[in-house]
């Protein structure tokens, strides 16, 4: 079975950091793209920043700058550093990862357990 697992997730105080990583596990032969979303409570999922094999990211608007997206292929993670951590960060930060599934040989979209992230003094 393939899987993503998160860790880093936290109580921050205002204007702090944090780093979130993501490990796929299983028998994985190759990654298009990883990825992060996040959810705040009463709200849908919003994008945050992709990354693709290669090292091409994007990210969305509010965080842009302060946050950054990386990743290790030969891990199979990618991480998250976020900087400057506002209130309005808070929210629950869930990987996604495309993914080539050697067992069932084909490519997939899978999502993490997701991972607590409050920002507040």
């Known amino acids: 079975q393939v899987q993503l697992v998160e860790s880093g997730g936290g109580l921050v105080q205002p204007g702090g950091s944090l780093r979130l990583s993501c490990a796929a596990s299983?028998?994985?032969?190759?990654?298009?793209?990883m990825g992060w979303y996040r959810q705040a409570p009463g709200k849908q999922r919003e994008f945050v920043a992709i990354?693709?094999?290669?090292?091409?990211?994007r990210y969305a608007d509010s965080v842009r700058v302060r946050f950054t997206i990386s990743i290790d292929n030969a891990k199979n993670t990618v991480y998250l550093q976020m900087n400057s951590l506002k209130p309005e960060d808070t929210a629950v930060y869930y990987c996604n990862g495309n993914l080539f599934n050697m067992e069932e040989q084909r490519w997939y979209d899978y999502w993490g357990q997701g991972t607590q992230v409050t920002v507040s003094s």
């Open positions: 299983g028998s994985i032969g190759g990654i298009t793209t």
């Open positions: 990354i693709n094999s290669g090292g091409s990211s």
